[in-house]
């Protein structure tokens, strides 16, 4: 299984004097899989930019995957996305994991111009063209006679598309679109349901079943594992007996018997979140527990 890290906050970064590129060096060095950003634009909290902040990430690493957790093409123009991303993949040498999703909630949207009501028929149709506005084919982004075709350049390799969310919708997606199903905060009992129904819907579109990927959070001796059970349930509306089987705390042995766990359940990837503590100290046990699970 491999095992990736989201970046730290700017909150972390300034509280810990920990630039961005430190810390993704850093990751890759502790022997880590991957570095991860989410794309948020007005959340009236400190965030970069996700495309900015995985260059960044990308130009001073040279072997762990670059991942957006998740990206949001459809609240930008789809040509516009497209360039991004085919930047990023082109400026990592190929090492681009895109997570796409159609959240953020409606003040994002409408910060960006983009009716929240259209957030579904937009992913789904970006899910459908940057395969190919990536790959810098021609393509008409409206079918409507006299609608320009965009051609871009240059072009690279599409890049592992891994559909976020835990939806009957998100599941959909990624069995018609994606390369992988990437649910966030989900239990290891849901992963298994979840993976059966994944599975019928490749079924239906003739396509192989999507690799599994979970966000979510550890934490070794930074914030307690019930309080970050109660900033699940509260920040997400979740019961708390369900977000109390979240959170990946304790020693690196146990985080690794976590991971076996979900191992078993069918999932590839994991992608987690540092709570509380030294964001360095942190990521060097999850590398621990990462070398302890294989």
Known sequence: MEIGVILPSVTAQREQGLDLRAAAR???????DGVWM???LATGMSTLDCVAGL?????????????????????????WAAKQLASLQYLSGGRLVLGVGSGGGAAQWAAA?????????????????????????????????????????PAVRTPLVWVGND????????ARFGDGWFPSLIPVDEVVRGRGHLAELAGEYERPLPTVTVGGVASFGGTPAGEIADQIAGGYGMPIERARKVPITGTP????????????????????????????????????ARHLAG
């Open 26 to 32: 850093h990751a890759e060095a502790a022997g880590l």
């Open 38 to 40: 989410g794309d948020h």
């Open 55 to 79: 260059a960044t990430a990308a130009a001073v690493t040279e072997r762990v995957r670059i991942g957006a957790s998740v990206f949001v093409p459809a609240i930008r123009p789809l040509a």
């Open 113 to 153: 111009g983009v009716p929240f009501a259209e957030r579904g028929r937009r992913t789904d149709v970006a899910l459908e063209l940057l395969p190919d506005l990536l790959a810098g084919k021609p393509v008409r982004l409206v079918d409507e006679p006299g609608e320009p075709v965009v051609e871009l350049a």
């Open 167 to 174: 939806s009957a919708v998100a599941r959909r997606r990624a």
């Open 253 to 288: 042995d146990d985080a690794a018997d976590r991971f076996a766990e979900y191992a078993a359940a069918g999932v590839d990837h994991l992608v987690l979140g540092i709570s509380g503590g030294d964001w360095r100290t942190q990521v060097d046990r999850l590398a621990a």
